[in-house]
């Protein structure tokens, strides 16, 4: 089963979108803040994650983003497909990380911060499996979709 690292800070948005991809057929990890991010991406180890851009530690107070988590990862996160949410437009988050492009991210805009599309995200975590996992064709080899 392919098991995805949902990282999101909002209750209600991590509730509807973890229960839309379980339903979807995946194994759903979730973390609300990045330290438990990284503590299930190293007993885990992830197929893929989706990235909330901001998170607001709900103890301390102190905003953070997901770039720091990418960061803290390094070389671990090899291979691994990564969709990170925002309601921030990507020119700001990159206005914001100038080495926002090395990560190699797919970005999906999110209606408001207080709402998401949970259907939009499943078929975009579907299409990104899809192009980064080799298929078994009928004589014997692989090949990508």
Same mark, same amino acid.
């Given at each position: 089963?392919?098991?995805?690292?949902?990282? /999101?800070?909002?209750?209600?948005? %991590?509730?509807?979108?973890?229960? =839309?991809?379980? %339903?979807? &057929?995946? #194994?759903?990890?979730?973390?609300?803040?990045?330290?438990?991010?990284?503590?299930?991406? =190293?007993? #885990?180890?992830?197929?893929?994650?989706?990235?909330?851009?901001?998170?607001?530690?709900?103890?301390? &107070?102190?905003?953070? #983003?997901?770039?720091?988590? $990418? =960061?803290?990862? &390094?070389?671990?996160?090899?291979?691994?497909?990564?969709?990170?949410?925002? !309601?921030?437009? $990507?020119?700001?988050? +990159?206005? /914001?990380?100038?080495?926002?492009? +090395?990560?190699?991210?797919?970005?999906?805009? +999110? =209606?408001? +911060?207080? /709402?998401?599309?949970?259907?939009?995200?499943?078929?975009?975590?579907?299409?990104?499996?899809?192009?980064?996992?080799?298929?078994?064709?009928? !004589? &014997?080899?692989?090949?990508?979709?």
């Amino acid at each position: 089963m392919t098991t995805i690292l949902y990282v /999101e800070d909002r209750p209600s948005i %991590l509730n509807i979108v973890a229960e =839309k991809l379980e %339903l979807a &057929g995946y #194994d759903v990890l979730t973390a609300t803040n990045i330290e438990d991010a990284v503590r299930l991406f =190293k007993s #885990d180890r992830p197929d893929i994650m989706v990235l909330d851009y901001r998170l607001m530690d709900n103890v301390t &107070g102190i905003k953070s #983003d997901t770039i720091q988590f $990418l =960061k803290k990862l &390094g070389d671990a996160r090899a291979n691994i497909p990564a969709l990170m949410l925002s !309601a921030t437009p $990507l020119h700001v988050i +990159k206005a /914001e990380n100038p080495d926002f492009d +090395k990560f190699n991210l797919e970005f999906m805009t +999110k =209606k408001n +911060k207080f /709402e998401v599309d949970s259907m939009v995200i499943v078929d975009k975590i579907r299409d990104m499996l899809r192009a980064t996992r080799p298929i078994i064709n009928s !004589a &014997g080899g692989s090949k990508s979709l």
